[in-house]
């Protein structure tokens, strides 16, 4: 983790600096926002059937799942390279991504139980290095396209909460990704208000592999990251 974040510092600066001798302008700001996920949860009934949840687990079946709303909190900054064009580094913490699911769960072996409601969550840290293109000509009001690659590092463990018979049970289990590698695009714009601006932006975030995890004998993708995030904030140039 230090070595990734001394190796963005580093980027950042030289973009500084590099833009600072081309007569580019550097802006600092923070977005919030709200994403839902579109992917499924992959291998993940094989995985808990080998976990000693509590209560066991036995057989998982009839799972059926919606997206969790996951919340996300970026800083970014952004390294202008005359109107059309700038590069925004950013640190993104995505809070709760995963799935709500509902599923025939044998817990206690006998008959066929009624279905129980889960939820499968983690979080983590998306750093994305974005080219971002200005529709408008205007280092202020603009409008474009970004796009670049990611890098997600999974942050602690991820969680599997069910409620059975009135009771709620949550097990957390270990993330073996150190980090996953994908794709951000998708649209922003940018509106002068007082000394800055509002920023907003719509993108898609696709993740070139999944999260795993082991189960007593082998090793699952639990679930794969296909997201759309809407996002709004402030930006200050300096």
């Known amino acids: 983790m230090k070595k990734i974040t001394t190796t963005i510092f580093a980027i950042a600066l030289s973009l500084g600096v590099f833009a600072q001798e081309n007569n580019g302008a550097f802006s600092f700001g923070a977005r919030v926002g709200m994403g839902i996920g579109l992917s499924e949860p992959r291998e993940f009934r094989h995985f ?3 976990m000693p949840f509590n209560p066991p687990a036995g057989a998982i079946s009839n799972i059926t799942h919606n997206s969790e709303v996951n919340f996300n909190i970026a800083l970014y900054g952004n390294f202008a390279f005359g109107n059309h064009f700038s590069l925004q580094p950013e640190l993104n913490f995505m809070i709760y991504q995963g799935y709500d699911m509902r599923m025939n769960f044998y ?3 006998t008959g066929t139980p009624p279905p129980v409601n889960a939820d499968l969550t983690y979080n983590s840290l998306d750093i994305p290095l974005l080219a971002k293109i200005n529709f408008l000509g205007s280092r202020n009001a603009s409008f ?3 796009v670049g690659p990611h ?3 999974p942050l602690g463990r991820a969680e599997f909460w069910r409620e059975i ?3 709620e049970f949550e097990d957390k289990f ?3 990704n150190s980090v996953v590698f994908g794709l951000t695009a998708g649209l922003f714009c940018r509106i002068p208000v007082g000394p800055g601006r509002i920023v907003a932006d719509f993108r898609f975030v696709h993740d070139f592999e999944g999260i795993k995890a082991f189960g007593i004998r082998d090793r699952y993708e ?3 990251r296909n997201a759309l995030v809407l996002s709004l904030g ?3 140039s300096f």
């Open 48 to 50: 808990a059937g080998q």
């Open 107 to 109: 817990a206690f072996g």
């Open 144 to 146: 474009g396209l970004l």
């Open 151 to 153: 890098m997600s590092i």
């Open 165 to 167: 018979d009135g009771r």
């Open 174 to 176: 270990d993330i073996d």
């Open 222 to 224: 639990v679930l794969r």
């Open 234 to 236: 402030y930006e200050i």
